[in-house]
């Protein structure tokens, strides 16, 4: 019994009015404090209905109060009790003996039942008792475990923290670090010794400056070999026939920007020399073959000299005169043959040459003009080559920073990221401290009754299973509705077991019937056949008569059908041969179902046969 239960008893038996409408959970709080709980103890086990003053024993009271006789205190009462003791024991009498004989057997009796209820609660005490010690022996390997299990779990946890410990460092030390490299002011030109550990810290004056320097170099060499002093450059005077090319089309790879004049020029020059190639050309021929005549004049007396510086005795005239003459005769022969080849085949030659001397000086001109082409497109590959070295170090530079980007965002994501598992950590570990900080799982103090406002887990746990009726309101959570609520669930759940087994026994008889059932089914199917584990073999006579009358039903069915079938086939085909034998089944159709149609029909054919009698 709870000491609710004890005081409010009390107040029942004091016959206090209005002790239904209390609960004894809500005095359970007064026995927590030490200090008054002897007290109260005592109040509950001694005061009874014999200690309590009627309502006329208060107004005689309150009136000698009044009175100015007093009360009486100290030796005077001492006195007073005295002398009341002594009349009444002298005054006494048989019925009032009886009386206080009855009264006394009655408080030996409730003596004796209170005392049986102390001894029954006591044996359940010892009971109760053994069964604490009996587990409290069983407790002890338990606790033991648990201590080993603790005691691992505990330097795991301190490992744990170690590493934990040493990683937020390292992290820590990292984190700073690159805080450190980030925070690091661009490098001037002036500081050549330091290094700077990203690209984007590095200072690019220098850098610029050659780009500038080279792009200006660039830009007056470019002039200089495509718009200043190029005709001086390519050995002629017109300058506007050079420019940079455009080889994006190949009809366009020809020098551009000839003038009409200088085309007109340059015809007049080709036809000029068309005129004088010949006379040139025989001039030509003329000094050639005086130039051979004069040197092989040259070799003759040079033999004829070497000859007679040979001979050591002189010839005669008559050999000499033989060889002259011989000599002019050969002249003679050749002189023929060179004025005949220079009036019949030397002036066809030359002619014929000079048809063709037009295409010789326009291939000599396109050649000078492929040569400058040849010259203006390595000079112009030179500059593209340039522009591409230059391009390929800004692409190169522009790819650097690319990726120092994509590092700082991958630096930024982890930083992130970290940040993010941190907080989570953090938030974990505060949720962790305010849950262990919850009285429901700490451990008390000392021994309450009542459930602790700030225990938001027996709170809630009292909501679920206690049994506290909307309307009225407790004023404490005691763990005794607590303790009750969790019987009450206990009971429930043995009935749902006891109802379960009911229904599970139930369905086992169902499932029994049903297999009954389907044995008596399956005699009737194989009719104790020897196949009774295969196929069956509709043996039962009843079932072989009803599936030979179906069989021959079906049959005659079939029959029926294709009789019907062909017959309205045949109709079919005689009603689309013969026209009248279709008219006459429209008008049989029209004679049973519409009468008046069909008197229509025959109007409309006695009309027909009466105009053409007419006509």
């Not at 603790?150 to 805080?179: F, G, I």
């Not at 130039?291 to 001979?311: F, S, V």
Request: proline share 3%; aromatic share 6%.
């Amino acid at each position: 019994m709870s000491e609710g239960k004890r005081f409010l008893d009390l107040i029942n038996r004091l016959g206090y009015n209005q002790s239904y409408d209390l609960q004894a959970e809500s005095f359970d709080w007064m026995f927590e404090n030490e200090a008054v709980r002897p007290f109260l103890d005592w109040f509950c086990d001694n005061v009874g209905p014999s200690n309590l003053l009627t309502q006329q024993e208060v107004k005689q009271y309150n009136n000698i109060v009044e009175s100015d006789e007093g009360v009486l205190e100290g030796a005077q009462l001492e006195k007073a009790l005295q002398s009341s003791t002594s009349q009444t024991s002298e005054e006494i009498t048989d019925e009032q003996l009886d009386e206080d004989i009855t009264r006394l057997t009655e408080e030996l009796q409730d003596c004796r039942n209170y005392k049986e209820r102390l001894l029954q609660h006591r044996n359940k005490l010892s009971l109760h008792q053994a069964g604490l010690n009996h587990r409290l022996s069983k407790m002890g390997p338990i606790e033991s475990t648990a201590e080993k299990q603790y005691r691992q779990c505990l330097e795991q946890k301190q490992t744990d923290n170690t590493q934990m410990n040493a990683t937020l460092d390292k992290l820590s030390r990292t984190s700073s670090e690159l805080v450190s490299m980030y925070n690091k002011s661009p490098i001037s030109e002036n500081v050549g010794q330091q290094e700077a550990p990203f690209l984007s810290q590095q200072s690019l004056q220098h850098y610029h400056g050659n780009e500038e320097r080279f792009t200006q170099q660039l830009t007056a060499y470019t002039k200089k070999q495509f718009f200043e002093g190029i005709g001086d450059v390519a050995g002629h005077s017109e300058g506007s026939r050079y420019e940079l090319l455009d080889i994006s089309d190949p009809n366009t790879l020809t020098i551009r920007g000839e003038k009409p004049e200088v085309t007109n020029d340059c015809c007049e020059e080709l036809a000029r020399l068309k005129e004088v190639y010949p006379n040139s050309q025989k001039r030509r021929i003329k000094a050639v073959t005086e130039e051979n005549r004069i040197a092989a004049a040259c070799r003759l007396a040079g033999d004829r000299l070497q000859a007679l510086n040979q001979q050591t005795k002189g010839s005669t005239v008559q050999d000499i005169s033989d060889r002259n003459q011989e000599t002019e005769k050969q002249l003679n022969h050749v002189q023929k043959e060179v004025a005949m080849l220079a009036d019949s085949q030397v002036p066809k030659w030359i002619h014929e040459n000079a048809e063709l001397q037009g295409t010789l000086i326009l291939y000599g001109d396109y050649n000078l003009k492929l040569a400058r082409q040849d010259y203006f497109t390595s000079k112009q590959n030179e500059l593209i080559k340039q522009l591409i070295s230059q391009k390929a170090r800004n692409d190169f530079l522009m790819m650097a920073y690319e990726m120092e980007v994509k590092g700082h965002k991958e630096t930024h994501r982890l930083l992130t990221g970290t940040e993010q598992l941190l907080e989570r950590n953090v938030q974990a570990n505060q949720d962790r401290m305010h849950m262990m900080n919850d009285p429901g799982i700490s451990v008390p103090h000392s021994i309450r009754n009542t459930v602790d406002s700030r225990d938001l887990f027996t709170t809630r746990l009292h909501q679920l299973v206690g049994n506290v009726p909307t309307d009225q309101q407790q004023l404490f959570l005691t763990y005794g509705n607590l303790v009750e609520g969790a019987r009450r669930l206990a009971h429930d759940l043995d009935t749902l077991q006891a109802t379960l087994s009911s229904t599970t026994s139930s369905q086992d008889s169902r499932l029994a019937s049903l297999e009954q059932n389907l044995s008596v089914c399956e005699d009737m199917v194989y009719a104790n056949s020897a196949t009774k584990d295969g196929q069956p073999i509709m043996s039962p006579p009843q079932l072989i008569d009803g599936l030979t009358q179906l069989d021959q039903t079906i049959k005659n069915l079939e029959q029926t059908i294709c009789d019907i079938i062909t017959e309205h086939n045949s109709k079919t085909k005689s009603l689309k041969s013969d026209p009248f034998l279709s008219r006459q089944r429209q008008l049989f159709v029209y004679f049973f179902l519409e009468p008046s149609r069909l008197r229509r029909a025959v109007n409309e054919l006695t009309q027909r046969l009466e105009a053409q009698l007419v006509s």
